[in-house]
């Protein structure tokens, strides 16, 4: 099967609508999407993706109206989250209406909704006229994708089509919040931060990263280059000492940074941007990957905003 890479939503709609499982782009990270209502579609994005079977996946809608169906009760902080935040890079967490395969929530009694804010995967799910599920679009525990070319070089003669909408503006994965008993709580940091949630809702908890049980999906190792990736607190330091075992290194390095040893540093923003440096993250990891170095060395950004949601990515990379 060729891949093609095409901006024809129609083409695209009619491919879910026949079944089929095509990679669509987001504001995120790109997704492999399946229709909600074909059973042996949604199961085909695990095996593309050699997923576990327990690791649900994030419903997208692109109206309001489509999430009343898939969904039981809508908490009063989830509204107004969806009014601030929607279309955009947050994923709430609701207890699922029978319309929710038990493919997509892996068994769970919940079901993960988002409104994307990206006008061909809108208008996508528009033509479809079904809500679609997908993760991200990368096999498990790798890099996810912000370009259609990352999609390609993962999934090429396996899927027929990439919805190609450029590069993703966000570039993390949405941040995911689920309510217990009403109390709003962030399974997985991502492209909204902590503090502009707290902004319109008060107070939210964190959930421990361990709690595999509330959010399966956020195993310790995820994101992963294939080259080892060291996470340090002085990056200088470090190069001298990987220096006495390695020759090729590169540098990932938040903001402007020179050394000498270093065979290729990559700086995530020259003007020491959060918001650039999180849309940067894949991509930097993605062309690094490329170069067969030894090691690939950086450190940990300032941890408020999406400092801490990149972070939060950086520590599960660093896992082989
Ligand atoms: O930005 C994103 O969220 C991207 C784009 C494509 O929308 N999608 C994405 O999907 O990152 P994925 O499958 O890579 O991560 C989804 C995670 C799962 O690993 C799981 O932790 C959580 O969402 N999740 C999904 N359904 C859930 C549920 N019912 N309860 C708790 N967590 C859930
Ligand atoms: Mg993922």
């Avoid at 492999?32 to 997923?51: D, G, M, P, S, V």
């Avoid at 912000?146 to 090429?156: K, N």
Wanted: charged share 15%; net charge neutral.
């Amino acid at each position: 099967m060729n891949t093609k890479l095409t901006t024809d939503v129609d083409y695209c709609a009619k491919l879910l609508q026949n079944g089929q499982n095509i990679a669509i782009p987001t504001e995120t990270v790109y997704g492999l999407a399946a229709i909600i209502t074909n059973e042996k579609a949604l199961k085909h994005i695990f095996t593309l993706k050699q997923r576990p079977q327990n690791n649900p996946l994030i419903v997208h809608i692109h109206e309001l109206a489509q999430l009343e169906a898939l969904v039981t009760h809508i908490p009063e902080q989830a509204v107004r989250l969806a009014k601030a935040f929607w279309p955009g890079p947050l994923s709430m967490v609701f207890p699922k209406s029978k319309l929710v395969n038990q493919v997509i929530s892996a068994g769970l009694e919940t079901v993960a909704v988002r409104m994307p804010n990206h006008s061909l995967t809108l208008a996508l799910i528009k033509a479809v006229g079904t809500p679609i599920a997908a993760p991200s679009a990368n096999p498990f525990t790798r890099i996810s994708p912000t370009q259609a070319q990352h999609v390609l070089t993962y999934f090429d003669q396996q899927i027929p089509a990439i919805l190609d909408g450029g590069s993703c503006q966000v570039g993390l994965e949405s941040t995911i919040v689920g309510f217990d008993q009403e109390q709003p709580i962030i399974y997985r940091k991502g492209g909204v931060s902590q503090e502009a949630i707290e902004a319109i809702i008060g107070q939210v908890q964190v959930a421990k990263s361990n709690s595999a049980i509330k959010s399966p999906g956020m195993h310790l190792k995820h994101y992963s280059p294939t080259t080892r990736l060291i996470l340090t607190e002085d990056i200088s330091a470090e190069i001298e000492e990987q220096r006495s075992h390695y020759q090729h290194i590169g540098v990932i390095s938040f903001s402007s940074f020179n050394h000498d040893k270093a065979e290729v540093i990559k700086v995530l923003s020259q003007t020491a941007s959060l918001a650039e440096a999180a849309q940067q993250l894949y991509q930097t990891l993605h062309d690094l990957d490329q170069l067969q170095l030894d090691v690939i060395i950086t450190k940990a950004l300032p941890s408020h905003g999406l400092g801490a949601s990149i972070n939060d990515r950086l520590q599960r990379a660093k896992f082989q």
